[in-house]
């Protein structure tokens, strides 16, 4: 059995496995059976039986699950809630039902929302539990035999195939060119080669090469495993335990808008509660019409619209990010994104394109640079800088062939596309080969294969036998540069054969392998017509070198321009791979992440304390051979640092960390399930390009929900001011409590709502990110807020003062005063739309047409609202003429102008540091 590697047989007991949980990559296969007292033939079904019971089935348990009552009614417990259902309250209290209704029903929506997307830690556990194998091919009693996955135990023999998924956590007992695809967990782009030797007993998890994890997929080869883990005790259980204990982080705006709703709910019943014990103490007015004009007041500052108007403008980023191919699965991670200062990235799949290429062909005199990249076989070949045909170079031409050949992946032409079946770095000579110009059915029916020496970890090459119709024989080798090269003693250079220069070779190859490539050796040799079959005999000596083939898995272009787009926004992105640090540190080099700083790898992040490890995350940028507990401590400790994290990633390894960071960021096409259910936001495309985009989004919808507030709240402080002056005054109220809030809830619907839909501002992306502690509303705020609503509470109850004292009723006056206060909020929409930069110009006024047909709706509701006799009954409202019309016009507009001018001092005044914060 030539292609067997067969390690030493131990004898079966029916003795209990030891207790302890040894190293099991570090033991001798013998040592393996004796610790899980097993055998090479496998278990008997009642030894099977006996420690099913005792060690439970092959599963990952269920989490504990919240009652769906429960999870509902944690959906209430939100201040924002609790001023939504205060409105709901007062407006019961007042009569007004079907404002009651509207507000329930807000609450309701808002509830349902949550409840629906809530669950997601369990959607993604039960992701992890789905990937086990259903099926496993196991050794019971020396025979083969097929049974579920779960009733497998620790001492079973497992029989590895091509497109087996490990159904636990093997210790490999025999190969056959085994390899296994750990990219969901380790990050490696390339399947890994199996074997039974023992590795070091602190190897990472990407160098247990000795090991197959449960959840990884067989692409080549076949191999036996004796089961060392299963069920939570799996590497994959252990992932999911991680998960479970994970605890999801409330985003920076739910955090600001906590701190914000209490504080102005307390400070509107601090001014109700004074309001009301100064009209009764000092103004001497009775109990009950205080207690009616305080609710009215309330009414008058609490903006019931706001949580409303900030779920739809998440909604709207919602609909927008998905337009750029990213996919929102829960609403307050859209705002989120825009205050993320660090984005950590896995490397394989996101920042590159998972699909190796071939970059540069080395032959005995040149370094052929290889253009084009992925399995999209267009692309030429360049040597010092102009164009090379490679029937031009008989070395390259050569070599091509030799790629072509000695492989076992296929190609086909369908559809007017190339598709390509097999082993990434296989796959990945044929597209090489095909850019020179080879078609491979024709090669193949040229040089019909004979024979073949399959690829072996412990030979590390391959070897395939030719002829050609008139009988001459080939042998065609691709393996290590260090195991080839031994068998060469020739090379070929300008067209012919001279003597190897082993020396130049090895320098060469090590100079290529310093910067990130994955080196393969091509060679030839001559083989006799009459040879029908190949043995390693046939290529211990006397082969032919013709090139040296450097492979990377190639960045994606979008993804390096994307990488420079969040530097330029002030947010630092970080490499965490399971790959090794070498091809870490290039593909950064390449992408401009970090300063060329070496990688950290995964046993120094072992040996590092928190606090050490915080101190790393500072200057360090790319981190290699990292496990799922690495990339969760390198999460928690950005955190700590105060950085505002994006983990991206697209493998189970990936999830407990997608779940811990601020925003987890998924792949959605090659990303696995429980990555996607653990993250906050998934890429439709796969593309680490879509990142900036989102974080773009996210800027801008927290830029339009401080507009909003912006705007509501000097409104809302304008009415109720509006109430105080009157209490203050002694005169009745301008307007009631049921006209405020009719005018809160219309012009919530309308004005306010089409300040969610502002385009993004030209300087969004280069301004750093905005501070965790940030407060929403800053102190500059605050000063325009108490400005606009002083202009409107001089206007408004100037305005009523002016209609009464000239003889109008009180009905009348109450008319204008609302429409005054409508109009004024008209007017300073406008003023709204840009925080520092002036609007009184054609983009400003006209740029966003939502904002215009909210105004004219609102005008249209006015009419109604003036003019019908339903509401003239609902409202104690009356008609108007033209002159209070133009009053009301006259008086509005002032705000337009009184903000403009306070925009133009503050930028006098501070320069242009003002302007360029952006157009908030």
Request: charged share 15%; hydrophobic share 55%; net charge positive.
């Given at each position: 059995m030539r292609h067997w590697n067969f390690a030493m047989d131990a004898n079966a007991s029916s003795e209990s496995p030891k207790p302890s949980s040894p190293c099991w990559h570090a033991l001798p296969v013998d040592a393996v059976l004796d610790a899980v007292v097993g055998s090479v033939q496998g278990l008997d079904e009642t030894e099977c039986a006996r420690r099913l019971v005792r060690d439970g089935r092959n599963e990952l348990p269920p989490p504990p699950r919240r009652s769906a009552l429960k999870r509902l009614i944690e959906q209430f417990n939100n201040v924002l809630i609790y001023v939504l259902m205060i409105a709901a309250v007062v407006t019961a209290l007042l009569a007004h039902w079907v404002d009651t209704g509207v507000i329930i029903?807000?609450?309701?929506?808002?509830?349902?929302?949550?409840?629906?997307?809530?669950?997601?830690?369990?959607?993604?556990?039960?992701?992890?539990?789905?990937?086990?194998?259903?099926?496993?091919?196991?050794?019971?009693?020396?025979?083969?035999?097929?049974?579920?996955?779960?009733?497998?135990?620790?001492?079973?023999?497992?029989?590895?195939?091509?497109?087996?998924?490990?159904?636990a956590d093997l210790r490999i007992i025999r190969v056959r060119e085994l390899r296994v695809d750990e990219a969901l967990l380790t990050g490696e782009s390339v399947p890994v080669a199996k074997h039974p030797d023992p590795v070091a007993e602190d190897a990472v998890i990407g160098d247990r090469s000795c090991l197959a994890f449960s959840g990884t997929l067989v692409t080549y080869g076949q191999g036996q495993g004796v089961v060392v883990a299963?069920?939570?005790?799996?590497?994959?259980?252990?992932?999911?335990?991680?998960?479970?204990?994970?605890?999801?982080?409330?985003?920076?705006?739910?955090?600001?808008?906590?701190?914000?709703?209490?504080?102005?709910?307390?400070?509107?019943?601090?001014?109700?509660?004074?309001?009301?014990?100064?009209?009764?103490?000092?103004?001497?007015?009775?109990?009950?019409?205080?207690?009616?004009?305080?609710?009215?007041?309330?009414?008058?500052?609490?903006?019931?619209?706001?949580?409303?108007?900030?779920?739809?403008?998440?909604?709207?980023?919602?609909?927008?990010m998905s337009r750029r191919n990213a996919i929102i699965r829960r609403l307050p991670a859209v705002e989120a994104l825009g205050s993320v200062t660090v984005v950590c990235s896995d490397k394989t799949g996101t920042l590159t394109r998972n699909e190796m290429t071939v970059v540069n062909v080395l032959t005995a005199q040149d370094d052929i640079e290889v253009l084009g990249v992925g399995y999209d076989p267009h692309g030429d070949f360049e040597l010092s800088g102009r164009s090379l045909q490679s029937e031009e170079h008989s070395e390259l031409q050569e070599a091509c062939r030799v790629a072509m050949l000695c492989n076992d992946a296929s190609a086909h032409f369908r559809d007017a596309a190339w598709q390509f079946e097999g082993d990434p770095t296989e796959v990945a000579l044929l597209v090489l080969a095909i850019k020179a110009g080879l078609d491979p059915e024709l090669l193949a029916e040229e040089y019909p294969r004979g024979d073949v020496i399959p690829f072996e970890s412990e030979h590390r090459l391959m070897a395939t036998l030719h002829h050609d119709h008139a009988g001459h024989g080939f042998v065609f080798v691709k393996g290590a540069p260090e195991a080839i090269l031994t068998r060469c003693s020739h090379q070929f250079r300008s067209g012919s054969q001279v003597p190897l220069d082993s020396v130049a070779w090895h320098a060469r190859a090590e100079q290529v392998a310093a910067r990130g490539r994955r080196m393969l050796a091509l060679a030839i040799g001559d083989a006799p017509a009459e040879r029908g079959e190949l043995n390693f005999a046939d290529i211990e000596e006397g082969l032919t070198m013709l090139a040296l083939v450097g492979i990377i898995d190639p960045p994606r272009d979008e993804a390096i321009v994307s990488v420079a787009q969040c530097r330029q926004a002030g947010i630092r992105v970080k490499m965490i791979t399971g790959d090794h640090a070498v091809t870490a540190s290039a593909i950064a080099a390449r992408m401009a992440i970090g300063d060329g700083s070496p990688a950290l790898t995964g046993s120094e992040l072992e040996q590092a304390s928190d606090a050490e490890l915080r101190a790393m995350v500072k200057t360090t940028d790319v981190f290699a051979r990292a496990s799922p507990e690495h990339k969760l401590r390198l999460v928690e400790a950005l955190q700590a640092n105060g950085a505002v994290v994006s983990m991206t990633g697209d493998g189970v390894n990936d999830a407990p960390a997608l779940k811990r960071a601020d925003i987890g960021v998924a792949m959605g096409v090659k990303g696995t399930e429980a990555a996607k259910e653990a993250a906050e936001m998934v890429l439709v495309d796969d593309n680490f390009a879509s990142i900036a985009s989102a974080i773009e989004e996210g800027r801008t919808v927290y830029d339009n929900i401080r507009k909003s507030i912006l705007f509501i709240l000097p409104t809302n402080g304008g009415e109720a001011l509006t109430l105080i002056a009157a209490i203050l005054f002694g005169t009745q109220l301008p307007v009631t409590p049921a006209q405020i809030l009719w005018v809160n809830m219309i012009t919530?619907?309308?004005?306010?709502?089409?300040?969610?839909?502002?385009?993004?501002?030209?300087?969004?992306?280069?301004?750093?990110?905005?501070?965790?502690?940030?407060?929403?509303?800053?102190?500059?705020?605050?000063?325009?807020?108490?400005?606009?609503?002083?202009?409107?509470?001089?206007?408004?109850?100037?305005?009523?003062?002016?209609?009464?004292?000239?003889?109008?009723?009180?009905?009348?006056?109450?008319?204008?005063?609302?429409?005054?206060?409508?109009?004024?909020?008209?007017?300073?929409?406008?003023?709204?739309?840009?925080?520092?930069?002036?609007?009184?110009?054609?983009?400003?006024?006209?740029?966003?047409?939502?904002?215009?047909?909210?105004?004219?709706?609102?005008?249209?509701?006015?009419?109604?609202?003036?003019?019908?006799?339903?509401?003239?009954?609902?409202?104690?409202?009356?008609?108007?003429?033209?002159?209070?019309?133009?009053?009301?016009?006259?008086?509005?507009?002032?705000?337009?102008?009184?903000?403009?001018?306070?925009?133009?001092?503050?930028?006098?005044?501070?320069?242009?540091?003002?302007?360029?914060?952006?157009?908030?």
């Open positions: 029903g807000v609450v309701i929506v808002n509830a349902f929302i949550g409840f629906i997307q809530e669950g997601k830690a369990e959607k993604a556990l039960d992701a992890v539990r789905s990937m086990l194998s259903p099926k496993a091919l196991v050794l019971r009693d020396g025979i083969r035999r097929t049974i579920p996955a779960a009733e497998l135990v620790a001492g079973d023999v497992v029989v590895l195939t091509p497109g087996d998924r490990v159904p299963t069920g939570i005790r799996t590497e994959l259980g252990r992932i999911s335990a991680l998960l479970a204990s994970v605890q999801t982080l409330t985003t920076p705006l739910l955090r600001q808008l906590a701190v914000f709703g209490r504080w102005l709910t307390g400070a509107i019943l601090a001014v109700a509660s004074a309001t009301f014990m100064f009209g009764v103490l000092l103004r001497h007015y009775g109990a009950g019409d205080m207690f009616l004009a305080a609710v009215g007041l309330s009414v008058a500052a609490i903006p019931e619209g706001l949580p409303a108007i900030i779920t739809i403008t998440l909604a709207i980023g919602v609909q927008r919530a619907v309308t004005l306010a709502l089409s300040l969610a839909f502002e385009p993004s501002e030209p300087s969004v992306m280069q301004r750093p990110p905005r501070r965790t502690d940030e407060a929403i509303m800053s102190g500059y705020m605050a000063w325009r807020i108490l400005l606009v609503a002083m202009v409107m509470v001089v206007g408004t109850f100037g305005l009523y003062v002016w209609e009464r004292q000239a003889g109008a009723s009180v009905e009348t006056a109450r008319t204008v005063a609302v429409n005054t206060l409508v109009v004024f909020e008209v007017f300073y929409l406008w003023n709204s739309r840009y925080m520092h930069a002036p609007v009184l110009n054609r983009e400003g006024l006209f740029g966003n047409r939502y904002v215009l047909w909210a105004i004219g709706l609102v005008l249209f509701f006015q009419l109604v609202f003036t003019y019908t006799p339903p509401m003239q009954y609902l409202f104690r409202t009356v008609a108007l003429d033209a002159l209070s019309w133009l009053r009301i016009f006259l008086v509005g507009a002032s705000v337009l102008f009184v903000v403009e001018l306070e925009k133009w001092l503050v930028r006098r005044i501070l320069g242009n540091s003002a302007h360029s914060v952006g157009r908030v």
